[in-house]
């Protein structure tokens, strides 16, 4: 019986979410969870924001990085989830004219649906707050913050991140 | 037979790489080989180099990752590999205040092993220069040019890289 019993379970996971995600930290106000194993996504790009002296690793799941290698970002494909690594910049200890990460800020991310998260621009938006990953947001009305940053680059499915040249 | 000469043959291969290698990119004049897959290796740090206006992400090989994520970096296990991806630097187009990766400069690599490196202090070097891939070096002499700029951070298993905080 079990042997029947797991693959009805896990079609009802899917119903719910259609990604795996880390049961053991709490979702955002707006219900999304944050995706399990995203520390071992591949690379998509990288930024410096010199502003609030902040450096970024931008990474996807599986279908935003075929996405992104096959210049297929606008739009992106649903079930593509793009994360945003944010760390505070210092000096790189051993080479003074580096600037390399210090301490984690956030874990941020951008699920695509765009029949499901049709109230910001097709995409659904969560963030967890430092290395206890604290959900952001007082309600859900925070994923509104979010879309009203992301809608001056509409003309690109919303998305700031441009994917790095490689060979 | 067959059956019993691919694992010969596989074994051969293991004693001379103990990696995958991309079979189409030359080798470097010190004979290490382009590792395969490398753009999908997982993410070890990040950094922005002021001085040359470059931005890099650091990644690793399986081995690599273990080893950053556990904090057995001093020194690094044999096998360990390590990855930079350069870009050049641009201004965000949409963010002005951030400064993103532009054109690809080069990959270049770390290869951990104490045993067949003893000349260049237990790690292999090697490099790809841009979106063709071309070898960087005119004999094999290159490696002391990259061992003589590692050693300031001898203590530090010659690795200039600190991996980032990760929740």
Chains 1, 2 share one sequence.
């Not at 071992?40 to 924001?49: E, T, Y």
């Not at 502003?51 to 593509?80: F, L, V, Y």
């Not at 793009?82 to 991310?109: M, S, Y």
Request: proline residues 7%; hydrophobic residues 35%; charged residues 25%.
């Amino acid at each position: 019986m079990k042997k029947r019993i797991l693959p009805l379970i896990s079609a009802g996971f899917l119903l719910i979410n259609s990604y795996a995600f880390a049961a053991d930290v709490k979702p955002a106000p707006n219900g999304l969870q944050l995706p399990e194993n995203y520390k071992d996504w591949k690379i998509i790009s990288q930024s410096h924001r010199i502003d609030n002296k902040t450096m970024r690793i931008i990474i996807g799941n599986e279908k935003a990085i075929e996405a992104s290698r096959n210049g297929k970002t606008n739009p992106w494909p649903k079930g593509a989830i793009l994360g945003k690594l944010v760390w505070k910049q210092k000096a790189e200890e051993n080479w003074p004219t580096a600037i390399a990460p210090d301490k984690f800020v956030h874990a941020e991310f951008m699920f695509k649906d765009s029949e499901k998260y049709t109230e910001t621009g097709g995409w659904g938006y969560a963030r967890w707050l430092g290395m206890d990953q604290k959900p952001y947001g007082k309600n859900k009305q925070f994923s509104q913050e979010c879309f009203a940053c992301h809608t001056p680059v509409k003309d690109r499915d919303y998305v700031f991140t441009t994917p790095v040249s490689l060979p």
